[in-house]
């Protein structure tokens, strides 16, 4: 198993549930985050005073899935959040040991 | 002269023109008669719109219609639609204060100061109401022992006469609204004066040496101030014939020197100018910005104690210059950064607002065009340009856009009321003198209140201390010195 975790821009949230919702995937978790990358941040402008504001809001998507879907969740994402501008965000897939559903107590595969 | 002679007050200011011309009416000792013969305020209302030598003819029928009723009971006569307008104008005013300036100042600030600013701004309403009721009125409006063209100690300040409202109550008028509402009127005035400062020293002062400075200067700089430009004949600066229709020099260049003065005592913000320190909530600001504006119609045509034709030309020439402001800043910002901001069309209705407050009783139409352009121009480079430059740490730009607009109205309500269709000069009165004139009253002002504003904080300094420690001011004024927070996200 894999977590395929998502750092995209907050307006394309909404495509890359449906998107993800059609590619089989049962749930994810969202987080609102901040951050910089090549994008970095951007200035504002109070009365004259100049602030560079050095973290941009992102919206983090965490999805658990079986090694079969990582390819197609992947794709999904990319395709439903690339824009082609700088900032468009990043996914890192890591391995999973062990997800539990607290209700059942089942485990593995059958948990997702 | 007994205390009868009513103060003039804010009419009298409406009417200054007509007391540089027919100084002698006012010395009328019919006038000075306890609950005198004649109505004062149907007098006065016609002499102040009327800037005509007609004025003593008007007095003469007046004086006809007296006698005509001569077996009735007379006295000063209560105008129930001028009172009424009166009581809506108070309650405009204070209104300007909680919430209008709180918010406007409260959003401007970090989000762990917002409930320090607010509690400063609803503790000042309620100080002053109480000391201004002990002793502010008094000092500001009794007019005990002044003489026309006579300097003495009452010049400058009033007797105690009036102290704890003595002699003020139901049956006691000013012009022709009861006294208790003038009272109150005036009171929304000396609230707001005070409130306005704390935007200069925002996010580092201590509560309790709040509480002490702001108590102390109502009574030693803004009553003597007010005193001296709007209490009649015998006052300093009414008797040079200043124009100050509703207290660009009591309310905004006094508010706006404290300030800045304040704030070079104070000393700059941890971090200033190289932290960021953008506002927190800069919706809080527009709405509080909104509020101001439409209380400034209060502020300003209640000025007139009247509900006339100088509310009325004071109603239309506060949207103009204001509007006009509001675009000035906004187009300067334009150019000088590229962006139009809502903080920038905020800030410049704020300082449209502060410019045409003296102006408002005597500039016309194209003066208040005129004195908006200049001020939102001129406090857009004040807030921005100038500050940058010497490096103050005037918060929320008390100085900015209150002394400096305030100063820039004091000496264009010179200019504006003689032309651009302004309600005239007084006669023998040149433009020159009466910019002269108005350019003394904004010195004698910035002098008075920047000396004893400084010594106040000086002693406070000593005495109490002025400043939150370094830790409290790191961790939040309103966490710090009220334990509560404005946000639970």
């Known amino acids: 198993m894999k977590l395929v975790t998502a750092i995209i821009k907050p307006f394309k949230l909404d495509d890359a549930r449906e998107a993800l919702s059609e590619v089989g995937v049962q749930g994810i978790t969202v987080t609102e985050v901040k951050g910089f990358g090549r994008q970095k941040g951007h200035t504002e402008l109070y009365r004259g005073a100049e602030y560079v504001v050095d973290f941009l809001p992102k919206v983090k998507v965490e999805v658990a899935v079986t090694d079969e879907q990582v390819e197609p969740v992947v794709e999904a994402i990319i395709k439903a959040t690339s824009t082609g501008k700088i900032g468009d965000g990043k996914i890192f897939v890591y391995d999973l040991a062990q997800v539990i559903r607290i209700r059942t107590g089942e485990t593995g595969a059958d948990a997702l | ?489």
């Not at chain 2, 011309?21 to 009327?50: H, K, N, V, Y």
């Not at chain 2, 704890?164 to 609204?177: C, I, K, N």
């Not at chain 2, 409130?195 to 020293?201: C, N, P, W």
């Not at chain 2, 504006?416 to 000069?425: A, F, M, N, R, W």
């Open chain 2, 1 to 489: 002269m007994k205390r009868l002679v009513r103060p003039l007050g804010q009419m009298g200011r409406v009417g200054i023109l007509l007391v540089a011309l027919f100084g002698f009416a006012w010395m009328d000792p019919s006038m000075a008669q306890e609950e005198g013969a004649l109505p004062e305020g149907r007098i006065t209302a016609p002499e102040a719109e009327e800037e005509t030598p007609i004025v003593e003819e008007a007095i003469e029928e007046v004086v006809v219609e007296e006698a005509a009723v001569a077996e009735e009971p007379s006295g000063p006569t209560l105008n129930s639609g001028d009172t009424a307008w009166m009581l809506t104008a108070t309650a405009l005013v204070l209104f300007m204060t909680v919430p209008g300036l709180s918010l406007f100042y409260a959003g401007m600030v970090r989000a762990k100061n917002v409930l320090s600013v607010l509690m400063q701004c609803f503790a000042i309403t309620s100080l002053v109401t109480v000391l201004w009721i002990v002793a502010g009125y008094s000092m500001a409006f009794d007019t005990t022992g002044m003489e026309k063209g006579v300097v003495n100690l009452f010049s400058f300040v009033g007797s105690l006469n009036k102290a704890f409202l003595e002699g003020v109550g139901r049956d006691s008028l000013t012009l022709a609204v009861p006294e208790p509402v003038f009272m109150t009127f005036q009171m929304t005035f000396a609230i707001i004066t005070p409130a306005l400062i704390v935007g200069a020293f925002a996010e580092r002062m201590k509560f309790s040496a709040l509480l002490w400075f702001m108590g102390l200067w109502l009574l030693l700089v803004y009553a003597p101030i007010a005193h001296m430009v709007w209490s009649g004949d015998g006052a300093l600066m009414w008797d040079w014939g200043v124009l100050d229709f509703a207290g660009g020099t009591v309310v905004h260049i006094n508010a706006g020197i404290a300030g800045i003065v304040a704030a070079l005592v104070l000393g700059k913000r941890k971090g200033f100018p190289t932290t960021a320190m953008p506002p927190h909530n800069l919706t809080l600001t527009v709405v509080g910005a909104s509020m101001l504006w439409v209380g400034w119609f209060g502020f300003n045509a209640g000025s007139a104690v009247a509900a006339d034709g100088n509310a009325g030309m004071a109603m239309a020439v506060t949207q103009i210059a204001t509007a006009t402001a509001a675009l000035a800043w906004m187009f300067s910002e334009w150019l000088a950064h590229g962006k139009p901001s809502v903080l920038g069309i905020a800030s410049g209705a704020v300082a449209g607002l502060v410019a045409i407050t003296p102006a408002s009783g005597t500039a016309g139409f194209t003066g208040a065009l005129l004195i908006g352009a200049v001020a939102g121009t001129a406090c857009f480079l004040a807030s921005t340009k100038l500050k940058r430059a010497c490096g103050y740490d005037d918060s929320l730009d008390v100085f900015g856009v209150h002394a400096i607009g305030g100063i820039i109205g004091a000496i264009l309500t010179g200019v504006c009321v003689g032309t651009l269709g302004g309600k005239g000069l007084a006669e023998g009165v040149t433009l020159g003198q009466q910019v002269i004139t108005q350019c003394k009253a904004v010195a004698v002002t910035i002098v008075y209140t920047a000396v004893v504003s400084f010594i106040l904080l000086k002693l406070l300094d000593i005495i109490i201390g002025l400043r939150v420690t370094e830790d409290q001011e790191t961790e939040g004024l309103d966490i710090a010195l009220h334990d509560e927070r404005g946000y639970s996200l």
